[in-house]
């Protein structure tokens, strides 16, 4: 008997095996502030939780990504798929601060999944610029799990603040099996390259990359952005909740809103853009609509008005996010696709490490609109670092 097959193509798949994750994650964006307040509601707590995350995340990112250079795409994100499963599970079942903490670790440590998925797009793609429109799609996939996730998370929460928890378990555990039924691998060798201590070393991997003279602006500017933005989300759900009031359910609403706008930006318009404007005026049109954006956040008196902002914020990563992932992306070879993929997610993590911790404790200790100015001043020296970059400058438009 014939093995059955989707009637899809490999991208495909690989983008809803990644818009299925998100969403899991999604669920629990508008009640993880909730769950910790149980134990710790100050926002450096939370901000510890999630750096927790992005640290093993930091650690486990080079590791993977080299690894599925070495032995394929398809079984890193089967593995990737199934700890996300896991620690769901054990987020669902803890009783305590710590076991939070060790859920989130194990979450970061399988966390591979967006590198690696960047990798197989990179694979399957013909052309630069194809490959540009297909990073927009990881973005459309982030936005239509970003749709269902905080909205079905934020309503659920009403039942119980568990109940989004363990379905984020269920969502990953039927994605890990999906992955394993109907992604095919994308590389035809897949051992194009042998693994050395440098691989297993986040930072030496890192200096390797930032050593580089192609992409040494580009990386700046990519960790000084999203230093800002991983700061100001993780404490997004706290701050309209002391300043608005809101609960899940309204949090969710803007949430859901965020994912329409990015979902439609890197899911179609992008397509259309990159051929008239190029990456690197979309990814400087991208920085620039944020830092307008934070300035903005600031001053804003109603809550209604964050659905403005934040479409504001999600045109701006909707054209920047993909736009510099293909720059960075084509500034290396074939061969080491997996390897600036989990350096890129490597680095990531590292501003998911430090912006939660940097806008938890400013949140706390300076002004509830800290990590708004703080991101506005380095998505602001994130602009000047692209702007200078040699080889984004010289790209065609």
Known sequence: MSKFRLPLSP??????????????????????????????????????????????????????????????????LIVCTFGTA????????????????????????????????????????????????????????????????????????GISLKLPVFLAGAVALLNSIFAYRFLPESIQNPRRSPLTRQDFNPLGQLWDLLRRPQLRNLLVGYFLFFLAFSGFTNIFVVWVRDRFAW?????????????????????????????????????LAGFSAAVLAYGILTQIP?????????????????????????????????????????????????????????AGWSYDHWHPNAPLYLGGVLALLALGAIATSPTAGNRPA
């Open 247 to 283: 609960g899940p359910i309204q949090s969710g609403g803007v949430l859901f809103w965020v994912g329409v706008i990015s979902s439609l930006v890197q899911g179609g318009l992008i397509r259309k853009l990159l051929p008239r404007f190029g990456e690197f005026r979309l990814t």
């Open 11 to 76: 991208l495909t798949i690989v983008v809803v095996a990644l818009a299925i994750e998100v969403m899991g994650g999604g669920l629990l964006f508008p009640v993880l502030p909730f769950l910790v307040a149980q134990f710790k509601s100050d926002a450096l707590t939370i901000g510890a939780l999630a750096a927790s995350f992005s640290t093993a995340q930091f650690l486990a990112a080079p590791i993977l990504g080299s690894l599925s250079d070495r032995v394929g795409r398809r079984p890193v």
């Open 86 to 157: 896991l620690a769901f599970f054990l987020l669902g079942i803890a009783q305590s601060l710590w076991l939070m903490f060790v859920a989130q670790i194990v979450n970061g440590i399988t966390g591979g999944l967006v590198s690696t998925a960047q990798a197989y797009i990179a694979d399957v793609s013909e052309s630069p610029q194809e490959r540009t429109q297909n990073f927009g799609l990881i973005g459309a996939a982030f936005g239509i799990g970003f749709i269902l996730g905080p909205l079905l998370g934020g309503a659920l929460a």
């Open 302 to 358: 109603a809550g209604y008005y964050l659905y403005g902002t934040q479409t504001l914020f999600a045109l701006g990563i909707g054209v920047a996010s993909p736009s510099i992932r293909g720059i960075i992306s084509t500034s290396v070879s074939d061969a080491e696709q997996g390897k600036v993929s989990g350096g890129s997610l490597s680095l990531a993590s590292l501003t998911q490490i430090l912006g939660p911790l940097i």
